[in-house]
């Protein structure tokens, strides 16, 4: 089912302290794996703002959708405004739905809540399908009287039932990046397992929605779980997807994680840092066996591995760095980085984050990534402020983590 390979950053330097390194999982599916078919619902905002270049935009990018399934792949859609409106769904009158989706028109406030429901209970529980929900959407969450909700802790808490039910969540945030709340539709976004779109021209919005659907019609497996067990006193002390792009993961118990739905045409790499701790005095100098992982999930059999790193008392043995591991390790620290921008408020603290995420793209030769810090931190400098579409782009940007062999 998956070819399993490990690697780490750099070996153990031995001494008495501690050590924390990188350790990149890398799941590869075996050749011909089968695809599963797809059962997809749009949720596309159509308030009052959405009027013009933004809904034509949308509009666009849902034909294109129709016209992309596969004759196994379902596709439901609604407009939500004031209300949600269900449109039809695609396998049942295709016409019908195009004619739906030409007739929108942009009025009323914002209801994401209503819309978050409406996704969830389209669908529902189903083993062999991969679920995918779109939110789309060019404003704050508002209430019926259309106030801007101030607090958006409890749609953020609710989307961990669409992961805790098999459902992806991609948001689109459409337009000018200063009329939406990024920092909210990002963290949606990685509750849900999912991604986070931005289409700050609405005429990107097609291309990039379509490649996100033929990214979701090569999901070939789903619930997979990577069970982590310490040896030896080490410690798992974090981790992330970082491909096929960055996303953070979170535990379902202790040191056990269940995996974002898995592609059958690129590989899945998983990071984790590891607290090694220093070798006995009593020990050989050799490897030391740190962690147990075991991937198992519905229907296969269950890969297991127990990983050793290298020890060694040569400082220059110790620097010997795996440049790919490395790489990705830097590109984790620029997102995580990147995800605290859109919600920090004190200049200090923004302009040390842009240095950080401008530091580590110079050294994993991310020179585009590098060029938005470094543009960023002129505009704070004579600002004082940062200009939300800057930000949310570049945040964008970061979570494109590229080919493992580019």
Known sequence: MFDLQLDWDLPAKISSQDTRHVLRV?????????????????????SSSMTGNKLEGAKTACRTVMGQL??????????FATGVSALGDRSAD?????????????????????????????????????????????GHPTNRQGRTLEDTTPLVEGVRNFANAGITLFTVGLGDAANFNTDFLVQLADRGCGGFLYADDPSQLEPQLQAQLSRCQAIGF????????????????????YRPDYLPLEEIAPNELVLPPISTRE????????????????????????????VQGSGMTPITAKVA?????????AQQVNREVERDRLG???????????????????????????????????TDIMQQAD???QTLQQSGQLNPGQVTGLLRDTRKTGNPNS
């Open 26 to 46: 890398r799941l590869t599916p075996k050749a011909n794996s089968p695809q599963l078919p797809l059962q997809m619902a749009i949720a596309l905002d159509t």
């Open 70 to 79: 596969r004759d196994s792949d379902r596709l439901s859609l609604a407009s």
């Open 94 to 138: 295709p016409n019908r739905l195009e004619a739906a989706i030409n007739s929108l028109q942009a009025e009323g406030v914002t209801r994401t809540d209503l819309a978050l429901t409406w996704l969830q209970e389209q669908l529902p529980p189903a083993s062999g399908i991969a679920r995918v929900a779109v939110l789309i959407t060019d």
């Open 222 to 241: 789903e619930d997979v779980q990577l069970i982590l067990t310490p040896l030896n006193q080490a410690s798992v002390e974090s981790f992330c997807r």
């Open 267 to 294: 590989p899945t790499d998983i990071l984790i840092e590891i607290r090694v701790p220093p070798l006995n005095v009593h020990q050989a100098i050799s490897e030391q066996e740190v962690l147990k992982l075991q």
């Open 309 to 317: 790193i290298a020890h060694t008392q040569s400082y220059k043995a």
């Open 332 to 366: 984790w620290d620029i997102n995580l980085n990147s995800s605290e921008l859109p919600r920090s408020q004190d200049p200090n603290r923004t302009g040390e984050l842009l240095s950080n995420i401008q530091v580590a793209a110079y050294k994993s030769g991310r």
């Open 375 to 377: 543009e960023q931190l």
